[in-house]
């Protein structure tokens, strides 16, 4: 199960950096066009520059999602190799998909749209590795509860 938590977390992570690296594209295209409208009346100059820091936010989001998913994903891999629960790398997978919608709507989308674009774009995997992080059984634990 954890070459199957960690394989899931690279996949995520890519597709997470993969959004990051669009966003900031487009956070670029804006503000150059932004600086134009600003140049040649000013009309429009302000809500592009608007769209700018939104998308520039949501990049910000998606690359932290990336970034937590990936380092949660060789925290879990390597916990569980060494015979230990994986909740750290779990909890950090989780965490990601978190810091993603909220930077998401607080850069200003809708709610809804935010959660579905973050969980389409790599999040379903970052959740699906994290949740198997959390419920993963430590190498050498008994298959049966002990009793208290």
């Known amino acids: 199960m954890r070459v199957a938590i960690l394989i899931v977390a690279i996949l995520g992570s890519l597709l997470a950096f993969g959004?990051?690296?669009?966003?900031?594209?487009?956070?670029?295209?804006?503000?150059?066009?932004?600086?134009?409208?600003?140049?040649?009346?000013?009309?429009?100059?302000?809500?592009?520059?608007?769209?700018?820091?939104?998308?520039?936010m949501a990049a910000v989001g998606s690359g932290l999602q990336g970034l937590l998913g990936l380092i949660g994903g060789i925290m879990a891999f390597s916990a569980l190799g060494k015979g230990g629960v994986a909740k750290t790398?779990?909890?950090?997978?989780?965490?990601?998909?978190?810091?993603?919608?909220?930077?998401?709507?607080?850069?200003?989308g809708d709610a809804v749209g935010s959660v579905i674009g973050i969980i389409i774009m790599g999040g379903e995997l970052h959740l699906l590795g994290g949740?198997?992080?959390?419920?993963?059984?430590?190498?050498?634990?008994?298959?049966?509860?002990?009793?208290?």
């Open 89 to 108: 790398g779990g909890i950090m997978l989780l965490v990601g998909v978190l810091f993603a919608i909220i930077m998401g709507v607080v850069a200003g």
């Open 131 to 148: 949740v198997l992080a959390l419920v993963a059984k430590p190498k050498g634990a008994s298959p049966e509860p002990v009793a208290v």
């Open 19 to 56: 959004t990051a690296a669009c966003a900031t594209l487009c956070a670029a295209s804006a503000s150059g066009l932004s600086d134009l409208a600003a140049e040649g009346g000013g009309e429009g100059a302000a809500e592009l520059g608007n769209a700018a820091s939104s998308a520039m």
